[in-house]
């Protein structure tokens, strides 16, 4: 008995195998023309025009289930019969679009249209001109010209005293360059990474004054001197005195760069109605400031006496590295965006001071030379390096409008402010108490002091966005 069992399940095994392999065994291949080329060779209809229940009508094109009838001449397709007891409809009849995938039903909000297909984004980049407006250095007067008759011309209590460099220096508009890239972890505009970066031109304020071979006009480097408990005046330039110029230089550099996580808390793209998205992540600013100036002057007539440079140089480095929070409001209307952010950042303010001064005295008549690590506004008493920090705190405004040109192109336009306190800037450090000795007497003043004062710059921008 077991032997018979044992021959039967060889044989269904057997046959199983046999069928399996049938199965698997690809059908003969069609019979090819005489080119060779793959086609099947045509065979012979056996009827003709007429087949064997009569005219044989047209067929139309051939759909998936069967040949494809259009719609009735009343452009209507008749209604569905009606359903048996307890039985529902499925998902996508009567006109419902199946949801296979959500990315193929929801709405782009970039989008010329607030409906459709929704075409998925995962990128976003922005360029931006910035036409910039920072603000202006605020410092002591500089240069005065005065009447040469003055007990002490140029100085500031002198009646014939004329301020030519005063209290403030302003650059004007400069020019910077701003880039933003997106990347969107959740599809319509709910999770995101975005990273941005900003530097500004290089801007220079100069300001300069010469005489004439004479020396006219009078030019002075006005100060206060505490020895004398007076005003005071170093003379560059005095009528038939000596000649000379002199020249001040303000140079500005900033940029900064943030990257930020951001959540839309509506949870819906701005094609659907208003959003609004919240944010966090570090921000980094770096802003460097420096004065300096380079006087000249000589006796008169030249090669009888002396010729004189003095030069002063004051760097201040202000580097903010920080957290910073934010919101930001979207509207859309067709292809117009609008767009409100405000943020506000706060950390810590790594400040550093470089002062320097230097004077040359040459002997025009017997070529001696000798000079100093001294200038005017810089000497011994303040000049070197320090380091300080402070916690500053940073808010900023940014108001955008784009216009949609294309689907995944979008110009803008905006204003934005933001406002820095507890930074450092040359020129309020530069102290007007300078202390006058004969050489070898120490002296006290100019002070080194640290003084901190605010920055703010406003800007408009330009740009273009693309998304993809």
């Not at 997106?182 to 100069?206: C, G, H, K, N």
């Not at 011994?380 to 949609?404: K, L, Y």
């Not at 905006?414 to 450090?429: K, Q, S």
């Amino acid at each position: 008995m077991a032997r018979r069992w044992k021959i039967a399940a060889w044989m269904v095994a057997w046959l199983g195998a046999a069928l399996t392999a049938q199965a698997q065994t690809p059908p003969p291949p069609l019979p090819v023309g005489p080119s060779g080329g793959g086609f099947p060779i045509a065979q012979p209809r056996p009827v003709g025009p007429m087949g064997p229940m009569g005219p044989m009508a047209p067929m139309g094109p051939m759909g998936p289930m069967g040949p494809w009838k259009g719609p009735p001449p009343g452009g209507q397709r008749p209604p569905m019969p009606p359903l048996p007891p307890g039985a529902q409809l499925p998902h996508g009849a009567e006109g419902e679009s199946l949801d296979l995938d959500a990315k193929t039903v929801s709405h782009n909000a970039f989008n010329e249209h607030d409906g459709g297909d929704y075409i998925p984004i995962a990128h976003e980049f922005r360029l931006e001109y910035l036409i910039l407006w920072f603000k202006g250095h605020r410092h002591p007067t500089l240069v005065t010209s005065g009447n040469s008759l003055d007990p002490i011309p140029g100085a500031l209590d002198q009646p014939g005293t004329v301020v030519l460099h005063g209290e403030r220096s302003g650059a004007g508009a400069s020019s910077a360059l701003r880039v933003t890239y997106t990347y969107w972890l959740v599809d319509p505009e709910i999770v995101s990474l975005d990273a941005s970066f900003m530097i500004m031109e290089q801007r220079r304020v100069l300001f300069t004054a010469a005489s004439d071979s004479a020396g006219n006009p009078v030019l002075t480097r006005p100060f206060f001197n505490p020895t004398a408990s007076a005003e005071d005046a170093d003379p560059r330039a005095l009528p038939f005195v000596m000649r000379g110029s002199v020249e001040d230089s303000f140079l500005t550099r900033m940029m900064g760069a943030e990257a930020n996580f951001k959540y839309n808390v509506s949870g819906r793209p701005c094609s659907q109605g208003p959003s609004f998205t919240i944010f966090t992540g570090p921000r980094w600013i770096k802003l460097d400031e420096t004065y300096a100036n380079n006087d000249f002057s000589q006796d008169i007539p030249s090669g009888t006496g002396e010729t004189r440079r003095f030069m002063d140089n004051v760097t201040c480095y202000n580097e903010f590295i920080g957290a910073q929070v934010g919101g930001s409001f979207r509207c859309r209307w067709d292809r117009l965006t609008f767009d409100l952010t405000s943020k506000i950042a706060v950390g810590q303010n790594f400040q550093t001071l470089k002062a320097s001064g230097r004077t040359v005295i040459a002997n025009d008549a017997f070529g001696d030379r000798i000079a100093f690590n001294e200038g005017l506004y810089v000497q011994s008493t303040n000049s070197g390096v320090d380091r300080f920090e402070h916690v500053s705190v940073v808010p900023e405004v940014d108001v955008t409008v784009g216009i949609a040109l294309t689907d995944s192109c979008k110009f803008t336009f905006g204003y934005g402010i933001f406002f820095m306190n507890n930074v450092i800037r040359p020129g309020a450090l530069l102290d007007r108490r300078i202390e006058i000795q004969p050489a070898g007497i120490p002296t006290t003043f100019p002070l080194r002091t640290f003084n901190t004062t605010d920055f703010w710059a406003q800007w408009v921008s330009f740009g273009l966005e693309f998304s993809y």
